[in-house]
């Protein structure tokens, strides 16, 4: 008996291994305001402060969270009294502003209500969509300061840093 012509291709076919190398995954990126000023706040009082817009970008990237975190704001040596605890200060991201592209964008908070101490790190945006499609979302978010009634009189900085993967 004699194998079809369908036989051959198929035992033809075994000996050979397929490889699949994935497309490259493309990254996103962020950028932030460099810099923002709260003004003259008095000791025990709140303030509340737009940082500027906040975008990312990506190129064929199906999901991408963005994160915010901060460091203590400080004054002087830092002592307890110059130091205004990250706990103290709230992020709010605020709803999208523009956005292109396909997909879900969702705000990690929409709401001043919302608003989250950075004593951890915090979603601050992400974004999911089906298709691998270049996209890009801003957003306008708002610190809420809290300063303590034993804080000194002085210049307080700190870092706000977003990332984004």
């Not at 523009?98 to 919302?114: D, F």
């Not at 999911?128 to 009189?153: E, F, G, I």
Request: charge should be positive; hydrophobic fraction near 40%; avoid cysteine.
């Amino acid at each position: 008996m004699l194998p079809s012509a369908q036989g051959q291709d198929a035992q033809a076919a075994t000996g050979r291994m397929i490889f699949l190398i994935p497309r490259a995954r493309m990254a996103a990126s962020i950028t932030a305001p460099g810099t923002a000023s709260l003004g003259s706040v008095e000791a025990g009082q709140t303030a509340t402060v737009q940082l500027g817009q906040v975008r990312v970008n990506s190129s064929v990237v199906r999901t991408w969270t963005a994160t915010v975190s901060a460091s203590d704001f400080t004054t002087g040596a830092g002592t307890a009294p110059e130091t205004i605890a990250r706990s103290r200060i709230s992020y709010w991201s605020g709803p999208l502003v523009t956005k292109t592209g396909p997909g879900n964008w969702t705000p990690g908070q929409p709401a001043a209500n919302n608003a989250q101490p950075l004593d951890t790190g915090r979603t601050a945006f992400s974004y999911s969509s089906t298709l691998m499609t270049n996209s890009s979302v801003v957003w306008q978010p708002r610190l809420v300061v809290s300063v303590p009634v034993t804080a000194v009189t002085g210049t307080y900085t700190g870092t706000i840093i977003h990332s984004v993967a």
